[in-house]
């Protein structure tokens, strides 16, 4: 069966994911794409012989779509994760869920009401095999349990209209995801300390932040999110436990020995560390869709997500004191 996949969002991401379900994944075609700017969509479209539309609502009510794949920009998510659900279709919604813990408790409504998980949350990291094998060092109990969790999450660059509060919501989400799955426990109050800004920033911008946050269990975790670092896009992370610590390695496509020391190639971009981490998700996807079961991080990992940003937002905009995640009990469906 090939899984029949519409696209909302064409711009950069979603013309990433269509080109990787044309040229690297199996069992999915793309049959429409939607987008508020319908010569964008056509634009897509048209080379894939796919159908265009205006609008999610249009596209998600068509019904040769089987599947929805949600690339905009987080404040639109909402609405058509919510039309996806209530038409009973499987959705991988780009991160966040929704900007609004509101939002988001409404989308768990729906999904309880429609009786299953329809909803995966683009948290490629899920699938990175790095974080992956941290997970099994950590479940295989060798080394004890996790005491502290070390994390560097850092761009080379963002463009003018990103602000101190992307660094939050559109950066560091990513690691109040990773933490949760690698931690396998809830995230309950964080802080955001700012350090000396550096000068190779916008005057709008304090980078780089450190987020300090605790997890149910009490794991510290710190967060330095460095977003204008110049060399590259590095993603690292250090998991310590009682008796042992387990570090994230690099993407390694290329070593290099020279004169000039040894080295591995520095990655640009999430697309390009995380390509095969996308890959496996999408393809995860398309499989779980194709065989009517869930696939990835949940809705509730999306709300989890945001309560995280929410409470982190609170700080940042404060006096950068200790703020408690605020969460509603888990609903049974997400046990
Ligand atoms: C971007 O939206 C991402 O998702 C990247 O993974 C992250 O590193 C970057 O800071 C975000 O802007």
């Known amino acids: ?118 909803v995966t949350v683009g948290f490629m990291r899920r699938f990175d095999e790095g974080y992956q094998q941290m997970r099994k060092a950590l479940e295989s109990k060798d080394y004890g349990y996790a005491t502290l969790l070390h994390c560097r999450h850092r761009n080379p660059s963002v463009p003018e209209n990103y602000t101190t509060e992307n660094m939050i919501d559109d950066t560091a989400i ?41 997890s149910e269990s009490g794991v510290r975790i710190d967060d330095e999110v460095n977003v204008n670092i110049g060399f590259g896009y590095s993603i690292e992370c250090e998991l310590v436990m009682e008796q042992g610590t387990v570090r994230l390695g690099d993407q390694e496509k ?35 869709a194709s065989a009517d079961r869930h696939t990835g991080s949940s809705a509730w990992d999306g709300y989890a997500a945001t309560a995280i940003v929410d409470a982190a937002l609170e700080s940042l905009r404060g006096d950068g004191g200790e703020v408690k995640v605020d969460m509603i009990d888990k609903p049974q469906l997400y046990r």
């Open 1 to 118: 069966m090939t899984l029949k996949v519409g696209l909302i969002g064409a711009g950069g991401m979603g013309r990433a994911h269509v080109d990787r379900i044309k040229n690297d994944l199996s069992g999915a075609e793309i049959v429409a794409v939607a987008d508020m700017n319908i010569d964008a969509a056509k634009g897509v479209a048209g080379p894939l012989g796919a159908k265009a539309y205006a609008s999610g609502s249009e596209l998600i009510a068509d019904s040769h779509v089987d599947a929805v794949l949600i690339a905009t920009f987080g404040k639109a998510h909402a609405p058509d994760v919510l039309a996806a659900v209530n038409a009973g279709k499987y959705v991988l919604c780009e991160k966040p869920l929704a900007t609004t813990a509101a939002d988001c408790r409404a989308i768990l409504d729906a999904e309880i009401k429609a009786g299953k998980k329809l």
């Open 174 to 214: 990513h690691e109040f995801d990773i933490c949760r799955y690698l931690l396998g426990e809830e995230i309950t109050r964080v802080r955001v300390d700012k350090a000396r800004a550096t000068s190779h920033r916008f005057d709008h911008l304090h980078d780089p932040l450190v987020v300090v946050a605790y």
């Open 254 to 288: 290329v070593h290099v020995r020279d004169i000039h020391g040894d080295r591995n190639a520095m990655c640009q971009s999430h697309i390009d560390r995380f390509e095969s981490a996308f890959n496996c998700e999408v393809q995860e996807w398309i499989n779980a």
